[in-house]
């Protein structure tokens, strides 16, 4: 047995978590492998919404065992209250079914303290972080300094603790800002380190394991794993467009190391893209939309942020872009969500190419800030797609968007999503 990955192409929020659960029965186990609570995953089933930021998307499935890798940074008090939300709404008795790795990383109060005066310091560079403490924790992990999940039990953690917090705060003081203005969640500093401190209770009583043995192990069992991505490709780190980038490797290849397995365990690769393009935060979008037909994507899609509630930005499948993103990630199977939201569009743009400095290209550069996208226009479908369960009734005119992208991309097309529900699924091929 191999692991399979599931991944977004784009720049996040491709409706990850609902496939992810669509697929869980296919499944044993879900890793998370990077990334932290900056993730908001989506699940929507029998009338009940939940967002999951740390843990995997297999969690509704009483069936699935649910792992949370050495590359993924954790935050026990965002953790705890996904226990407790899933507890409370569904019943579901989250310790029972999820296992941490000793080797994943902490992501500290004043970690969060750090991401909010670094990005506050940045002005109109700023990359518009969740402020999560993703990059200050993931950057103490490079650095060496960090503290990994399994000292929790260790006697000597609250002493590393309180170094690190103390280092944190000689950096933060550097910065020329009144610590006053700036709060956690909503809580001040001391308010949210209580908490904080508190949530380790809970965390401590996480089974927590030696990932890489455990998979393997597993895979040798005759287990199916699904690794279950967060983010985007075009946020990672070495391939998004820098420094407008998440901090960890967001592509297939950091599965390897984000849950200890070797290349050649990896078995199919899911490519998520939705059926235009979205992006939360700061960066080059070359399709974006900044009029009414932008608005109208924006509202038909509920395109606001599953994590911070932004609104997203929005605009046209880019065609370069996903080329690009299946390519780093050798996408075996795509999917395609939110077709649904296009269902009013008399007519589609789809980006085929760019103009840069007066030549075109059919690439995404290494510096994509200043492309400007050129467009083929398709016919809309303008139906409602609600009742539709086999990919036959698709009406024609999206059977025929869904055929430019697999002839773009050379990649077939596995499901389409039709809506935010579990139920809401089309199966294109086995
Ligand atoms: P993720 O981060 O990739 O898991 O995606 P998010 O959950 O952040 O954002 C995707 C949003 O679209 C969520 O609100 C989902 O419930 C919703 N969604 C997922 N698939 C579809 C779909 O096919 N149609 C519609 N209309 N919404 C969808
Ligand atoms: P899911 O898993 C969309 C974006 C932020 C910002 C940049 C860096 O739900 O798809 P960070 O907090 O990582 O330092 O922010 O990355 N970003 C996301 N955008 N979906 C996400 O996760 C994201 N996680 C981070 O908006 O532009
Ligand atoms: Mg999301």
Redesign the pocket.
């Known amino acids: 047995m191999k692991v399979d990955v599931l991944l ?1 192409l784009q720049w ?9 659960d669509v697929l869980s029965s296919q499944y044993d186990i879900i890793c998370r492998f990077q990334g932290g609570p900056n ?6 089933c029998k009338g009940q ?1 939940f ?1 999951l930021h740390t843990i995997p ?1 297999g969690i509704l499935n009483a069936n699935t065992l649910n792992i949370i890798g050495n590359g993924v940074v954790i935050d026990p008090f965002i953790l705890q209250k996904e226990i407790h939300m899933l507890a409370e709404k569904a019943g579901i008795e989250v310790m029972d079914n999820l296992l941490i790795s000793k080797r994943s990383h902490l992501i500290l109060p004043t970690h969060r303290l750090l991401d909010a005066v670094q990005e506050a310091s940045k002005g109109e560079g700023k990359i518009g972080s969740t402020l999560k403490g993703i990059g200050p924790a993931y950057t103490d992990r490079t650095a060496r300094h960090g503290i990994r999940s399994g000292e929790v039990l260790h006697k000597g953690f609250m002493d590393k603790y309180n170094d690190l917090k103390r280092s944190h705060l000689q950096i933060i003081n550097t910065y020329k800002i009144d610590l006053q203005n700036i709060t956690i969640d909503g809580y001040t500093f001391s308010a949210y380190e209580e908490l904080w401190l508190a949530s380790l209770d809970t965390f401590k009583k996480l089974k927590q394991i030696d990932v890489e043995f455990f998979i393997q192990e597993q895979l040798k069992a005759d287990k199916r794993v699904l690794a279950e991505g ?1 983010q ?1 490709t075009l946020l990672d780190i070495d391939f998004g467009a820098y420094p407008f980038v998440t901090s960890s490797n967001t592509i297939a290849a950091g599965v390897c190391t984000g849950l200890g397995i070797p290349p050649s365990l990896v078995g199919e690769i899911y490519g ?1 893209a939705k059926a235009y393009a979205t992006r939360v935060g700061n960066g080059p979008f070359p399709t974006e939309l900044l009029d009414e037909t932008g608005n109208k994507l924006r509202k ?4 606001f ?3 911070t509630g932004r609104p997203r930005r929005c605009g046209w499948l880019d065609l370069p872009a996903l080329r690009y993103a299946i390519m780093l990630n050798g996408v075996t199977r795509l999917i395609v ?5 296009l269902n009013d569009f008399e007519t589609i743009q789809v980006c085929t190419n760019y103009e840069r400095d007066g030549q075109w290209i059919d690439y995404l550069p290494f510096d994509y800030s200043h492309v400007t996208p050129k467009f083929r226009t398709h016919q809309g479908w303008n139906c409602n797609l609600n009742g539709i369960s086999q990919a036959e009734k698709l009406p024609q005119a999206l059977q025929n968007y869904l055929q430019m992208i697999e002839h773009e991309t050379g990649v077939p097309i596995y499901m389409v ?4 529900d579990r139920n ?2 089309i199966a294109l091929r086995n």
């Open positions: 977004g996040g929020d491709e409706g990850k978590g609902k496939i992810v993730a908001g995953h989506t699940i929507e919404k967002i998307s967060a985007g998520i038909n899609g509920h395109e942020g599953s994590t969500t939110k077709t649904d939201v999503s039709t809506g935010p809401q699924i």
